[in-house]
């Protein structure tokens, strides 16, 4: 719960920041390019990535392979790039890191997964992790109240129909987060899964390089820890 209670005020710092200031801070956008065949994206994954994105797609559209990197981003943005990679087959490849928006949108979305040993592909919540937001509104500054709502509302309603259509289960992005796991405390920064239980939930193949390594995840990160789906029972409905 204390982890919930910091979204929220998180958030209201970052409103607050917005309406204090004339120019608030921005993220570095992500760089967005092409080479031969391969178009990657490093770092912010943001509205701008995705018009490059569209815009180099259309004018190439034998590409069918993105490299990326991200550690973070918006997620509106992702899901609309998610949808293209699955309407035009994308494989995806990750050298590096793939987390937050990055690992939610654009590496379930793919047609195909390439993963090299040692890169790290992790969640750490989503559009349901923030729907718990609801619980503190109680505590939130007044003029804050309705923003939230209407942000986790919109959020929440674009992430279901963005599983529902790549056909991923949802709660792909917040079953670290449940109590019978482990994974909920200060140590961790987030979670990943076995190769055999992302295909349960719905995602497509993915390929680990070089091909005689071990066919799995070889995250040596220890503030990332795996989720362990064999037993459903126990997990969140």
Known sequence: MQ???????????SVLSVVACSSPPVPPE????????????????????????????????????LLVTSERGDPMAAM??????????????????????????LFTAAEERIVHANALIAWSGG???????????????????GFVTRYADAYLRRETRFFERINVDQHITVYGFDKNIGCVNNVYRGFYYSAADLLSMGVGVTRFVPADSKQDFQITDSSYCQVDLSNRLLLIN
């Open 3 to 13: 982890r919930i209670f910091y979204h929220v005020i998180l958030l209201s710092v």
């Open 30 to 65: 992500g760089r967005v390019s092409l080479h031969d065949t391969v178009i990657s994206i490093d770092g912010h994954i943001s509205a701008a990535t995705l018009e490059e994105l569209v815009r180099l797609t259309e004018a190439n559209p034998d590409v069918r392979h």
């Open 80 to 105: 609309q790039i998610g949808y293209l990679l699955q309407q035009k087959q994308f494989v995806i490849e990750v050298t590096d890191v793939c987390l937050e928006a990055c690992a939610n949108y």
């Open 127 to 145: 559009a349901l992790d923030r729907s718990w937001i609801y619980q503190w509104r109680s505590y939130m500054l007044p003029g804050l109240k």
